[in-house]
């Protein structure tokens, strides 16, 4: 039997410990009042990255550019909103990410500290957080804040689901 040269066996150690320190990526996604992880990647983006970074990062990962909108005629300032059309819009205020709006049009996989997830009825968030309430303040549906997630449910009854989540900084008209 031969044996395997020096160089040879070092060149093996070294892939195969780059393999072994190379963590997968997470395989489920991420929105919270933090920022979000997109699904299958172990990049998390937080509130106060710029937006070029964020914009090439989420661009990679969704395979294309996103649509941007500008709108001026905010009471709270000017914001750019960046939409890729894969249920994850990402808002942006002098060149930060300030914050994101999702929807059930999100693929499943995300999750978030509080369970306020797509396709849970409310019933059991509410059971497994205590004080958990729906506010029927919104101009339609039922709105409510859990763990910094805001979040509107538009259907009537305990057995609805989240329709919209959203945390950080978001244009509020004048």
Known sequence: MKHASPLLVLALSSLLAGAAMAAPPQTSGVIDRNGFRLLNTDRSVAFGEAQTDVVAHVSRVFGGAPA???EDDCRNGAFDTADWGKGLKLI?????LVGWNADR????GYVNR???IFGRPVSAIGAENAGFMLSDAAP???AFVLDGVNGLVLAPGQSATIDVLWA???CRKR
Do not use: D, E, M
């Not at 942006?92 to 930060?96: E, P, S, V």
């Open 68 to 70: 941007v909108t500008h």
């Open 92 to 96: 942006f205020q002098n060149g930060k």
């Open 105 to 108: 049009t999100l693929p499943a």
């Open 114 to 116: 509080a369970g306020t």
């Open 140 to 142: 339609r549906g039922r």
């Open 168 to 170: 950080g900084a978001s």
